[in-house]
């Protein structure tokens, strides 16, 4: 796992405090769970946007940083369909 430094502002700081001691953990943690929690709430969103042919799958791939390859995985990993084709009746 990568470390990184990062600057709060005033609001956010506060929101990860709250977070930390509502779940009982260190904001550390708290930041890595909200920071996978926007991760999955993007690539859903992408996903969804894919799917309705607002998006190419690279496209997806390229704004969430990861390549065609390693995107085909995590849709697979969540069970979703790796294409947009409409869904039979």
Same mark, same amino acid.
């Given at each position: 796992?990568?470390? #990184? ?11 990860v405090d ?16 909200? #920071?996978?929690? &926007? ?18 799958? &690279?496209? #997806? ?5 990861v390549?065609? %390859? ?9 069970? %979703? ?6 869904l039979?009746?």
């Amino acid at each position: 796992m990568d470390s #990184v430094e990062i600057t709060l502002d005033s609001p956010i700081r506060q929101f990860v405090d709250h977070h930390s001691q509502a779940r009982n953990i260190p904001p550390q943690e708290a930041i890595i769970e909200l #920071v996978n929690l &926007g991760f999955e709430t993007l690539l859903r969103d992408y996903y969804q946007r894919y799917r309705q042919g607002e998006m190419s799958l &690279g496209r #997806v791939a390229e704004e969430l940083g990861v390549t065609s %390859w390693e995107l085909s995985h995590l849709i697979e990993e969540r069970g %979703w369909l790796p294409h947009n084709l409409p869904l039979a009746d």
